[in-house]
């Protein structure tokens, strides 16, 4: 049986139109060139690239914000650049973005997350079950009365995030959610981002440039310059260190050092991504030569 | 500092005035202006004052907040009781003479009844403000609005638009503060100097300010189409407004004082007034 | 010398109000002048509150702030002054920024000092070229610039200022791992140049250690340590128990502890991993 792919992008190319001071159009500059990717329901996608690389652009296309110059961006089988099916898709893959504070409507939080739902013209008694079902999901229903400015940044981002799964998306694109959070507030939104994909089955695309939060997803696709580098899980990503250096890009500390180590004779293997693998190579190693 | 400023004069409870849909809140407060305005003696104005102070009391807002609510509007209510005090002249002589002053006794009496009158007026408004959350307020416009939709005024835009103000009012002040300390922190000048001189200390702050705003603001406008915002057309509300036994029972009582309020002024009669 | 003293300090919020709650408590410091000195602490630690008091933005509730020897809140001293001594760059410091030109931006601490002319322009350009602004981009608008440009270039805005002291919030935060790099780099340089105190606060304890002599944890409103950076990790059990997250590495080498292998508590940065396994794998110990 083949498996369903939620997005899948076919040669999609993207092309911002340059304006010189009189508004005269002088150019185009090529954000995205020939992007092909397939994102498997349920899956857990990171999209890696530093600042500028077109990853978020690309985030964007995912659910029709931005529609390609040329080729085709399906979501579950629709095509993207079709009008008046742009309320499906948005329901199909959900949003969220960097900064919380700008992305929550209403001075509630409870009425916040039935935003989505009320526009969409969902009957009452429903709205009310589904909102108080994504805040317990998020745990902030403890919160559900507060104003927005009350919470903690990791907070408001889960409220933010509610207020997505509330509409029952089957995919949400997060463009770089932890990027303006303390570690704290990081630490609740990738538990959050894990519980949504592990238990409920929801896929996620990560849009991110920590290689930490990239080396807890099931695939990583690292973009640069508007293009495809490299696609594949995170062990094998993470072991082209110098090739992630020269496009700008880390590698978890882990990682570096069992190259560093190899680089100085020692046989080490190059796939190692966490704290416990390390722990145990370096232990295995440290005890043969007592 | 800023962000102490409160905005909006809430406080939240759960009395039966909290309570009430506010809708009727709002229709109630217009009739309590009319009743004040039919009041036409002392003893009718004093009915509809003790009756606002009753309605105070269920309502558990502290007594203190009526200074609090007069305080601002003290120059109007100071103002209407000298106008009134030196302009109506009435028939005899005048109680105090001196050069273009003149004082009679109707002007005495009616500065005063005038005087009542609108601190009645403004303190009853004020308990609307008190026991309405912005939002429900925001709410019960949208809904006692809507009629005007037909005429094609952007009913839903309006309440969209003060929703989204009122959200984002403590955010702002807050990045007000921060700019203005990073400001600070370079040597700007804030607090002395002249009127031109301030204006122009504070543009640091306000470009920063209004960037910042036009950021969010392109930002939200994209996270609402991400939520499927299409206006206001074949949109639903989670929160109900269900207007119940108690607001039947608000309008009754309402409707009640006012009969008794024109009742007072046709029988009761008080020499002199 | 000290470059800054401490003594007492307590600030709280929202004084005689039900809300009342104490941000910074009775916090004693000194900080030596030419000192580079990291400080940690989570959100609500009080380390915000902390830094706004040593250039006179915040004052404190009870307790002195003496900079280079003099007490900031004594009568006759102008707070102005002492804004200039001790520069503060703000989180997200390029929010901060709103003239026409790269250039007019950094000139407008110097311009509030009442600096010539001529000393604005050599204050500008020096400030820019330490914070790695090409001159060609001195006459773009700020607004134009990448995130990591903006960012140097409100932290030139304060050092064109000349401070002795300079006090950075967060000034890597958000930014990808070049831009990051690229603004501690210059940071780091700017230190070793002119041997200012800087104080650089930071939820990244891997970039602390990377640059810091010191390191100053902050805990509830209260200082928890104040250490050179060797020294800190030797409490590393504390620091992860009040809530702070230590380096990857320096967690590697605590798991490899509890198994029975110790290379040291003072392992925090990869180079220093690989030397004590290479000197162990060589001698069977690390001494």
């Known amino acids: 049986m083949e498996e369903r792919q939620i997005i899948k992008t076919e040669d999609l190319i993207f092309d911002y139109t340059v304006f010189d001071e009189n508004g005269d159009e002088t150019g185009k500059s090529r954000v995205l060139s020939d992007i092909n990717l397939s994102i498997k329901e349920g899956s857990f996608v990171a999209v890696l690239g530093h600042n500028g690389s077109g990853k978020s652009t690309l985030a964007k296309h995912f659910n029709g914000i931005l529609i390609p110059s040329s080729g085709k961006v399906l979501v579950d089988g629709i095509d993207t650049s079709d009008e008046s099916r742009i309320y499906d898709i948005r329901q199909t893959v959900g949003m969220v973005f960097q900064n919380p504070d700008n992305q929550i409507v209403a001075t509630i939080v409870e009425e916040d997350v039935a935003f989505a739902l009320e526009n969409l013209g969902v009957p009452p008694d429903e709205i009310r079950r589904r909102v108080d079902k994504a805040l317990k999901t998020v745990d902030m229903y403890d919160y559900k009365d507060h104003a927005p400015h009350q919470l903690s940044g990791g907070q408001k981002q889960r409220v933010a995030i509610a207020g997505i799964i509330a509409m029952r998306p089957r995919c949400i694109v997060m463009d770089e959610p932890t990027a303006m959070l303390d570690p704290k507030g990081r630490k609740e939104i990738m538990a959050t981002i894990k519980m949504l994909n592990k238990e409920h089955g929801i896929t996620v695309v990560l849009i991110t440039h920590y290689m930490e939060e990239a080396a807890k997803a099931d695939r990583v696709v690292v973009i640069d310059k508007g293009k495809i580098l490299l696609d594949d899980v995170p062990k094998k990503i993470f072991s082209q260190i110098e090739l992630l250096k020269s496009v700008g890009l880390d590698v978890p500390q882990a990682t570096e050092l069992m190259y560093e180590l190899r680089k100085s004779g020692i046989d080490v293997p190059d796939d190692i991504i966490d704290e416990e693998e390390c722990v145990q190579v370096l232990y295995d190693i440290l005890k043969s030569k007592e | ?273 | 010398m000290n470059a800054i003293e401490l003594k007492g300090l307590t600030y709280k919020y929202s004084l005689g109000t039900p809300f009342e709650s104490v941000a910074v408590d009775n916090v004693n410091l000194q900080i030596e002048k030419g000192e580079f000195c990291g400080i940690i602490g989570h959100t609500g630690s009080g380390k915000s509150t902390l830094i706004q008091h040593l250039n006179g933005l915040l004052k404190p509730t009870s307790g002195e702030v003496i900079i280079d020897g003099q007490n900031i809140w004594a009568k006759g001293v102008d707070i102005r002054s002492i804004r200039f001594k001790v520069g503060l760059v703000f989180q997200y410091s390029e929010h901060q920024l709103f003239e026409e030109t790269v250039y007019k931006d950094i000139a407008y601490g110097p311009k509030n000092m009442g600096c010539s002319e001529e000393d604005i322009d050599r204050r500008v350009r020096q400030a820019a070229e330490n914070m790695g602004i090409k001159d060609e981009l001195l006459e773009r608008s700020p607004f134009d610039l990448s995130g990591g440009q903006k960012r140097r270039v409100a932290l030139a805005g304060v050092i064109a200022m000349d401070p002795e002291i300079l006090i950075l919030d967060e000034p890597a935060a958000g930014l990808d791992p070049i831009g990051r790099e690229k603004v501690l780099k210059k940071i780091s340089d700017y230190h070793k140049k002119y041997g200012k105190t800087i104080l650089l606060v930071s939820h990244s304890m891997e970039d602390i250690v990377k640059y810091a002599d010191k390191v100053l944890v902050m805990n509830k409103g209260r200082l928890f340590c104040h250490e050179d950076t060797d020294n800190v990790f030797a409490r590393q059990d504390e620091i992860i128990k009040i809530g702070l997250d230590v380096p990857q590495i320096t967690k590697i080498m605590m798991g490899l502890r509890e198994k029975g292998v110790d290379l040291g508590k003072d392992i925090y940065t990869v180079e220093r991993a690989k030397e004590r396994i290479l000197r162990y794998m060589d001698k069977g110990t690390i001494c």
């Open chain 2, 1 to 273: 500092m800023l962000k102490d400023i409160t905005i909006g004069q809430f406080f939240p409870g759960n009395s039966i005035i909290h309570r009430l849909d506010s809708r009727f809140k709002i229709l109630l407060d217009i009739a309590y202006v009319v009743m004040l305005f039919i009041a036409g003696n002392y003893c009718s104005l004093l009915t509809a004052g003790v009756f606002m102070l009753i309605v105070y009391m269920l309502s558990g807002i502290s007594f203190k907040l009526i200074f609090k609510s007069l305080k601002p509007l003290l120059p109007i209510i100071i103002f209407t009781c000298i106008l009134n005090l030196f302009f109506i002249h009435g028939e005899g002589e005048p109680l105090v003479q001196l050069g273009f002053i003149t004082i009679y006794m109707e002007g005495i009496t009616t500065s005063v009844f005038m005087t009542v009158r609108i601190v009645f007026l403004i303190v009853g408004m004020s308990l609307l403000t008190y026991t309405t959350s912005p939002i429900a307020l925001t709410d019960a416009i949208e809904r006692l609005l809507s009629p005007l939709k037909k005429l094609h005024f952007p009913v839903h835009e309006l309440a969209m638009m003060m929703t989204i103000a009122l959200r984002f009012i403590p955010t702002l002040i807050e990045e007000t503060d921060k700019i203005m300390s990073a400001q600070k922190a370079r040597g700007a000048n804030l607090d002395t100097g002249g009127l031109i001189k301030k204006a122009k200390a504070l543009i640091p702050v306000l470009i920063p300010l209004f960037v910042s705003a036009f950021k969010r603001a392109n930002e939200l406008a994209l996270a609402m189409e991400c939520r499927c915002y299409k206006g206001g057309e074949g949109r639903t509300r989670m929160k109900q407004l269900k207007f119940g036994m108690r607001d039947i029972i608000a309008v009754l009582i309402m409707a009640a004082m006012i009969a008794l309020i024109v009742l007072m002024n046709i029988y009761v009669v008080i020499p002199g007034v």
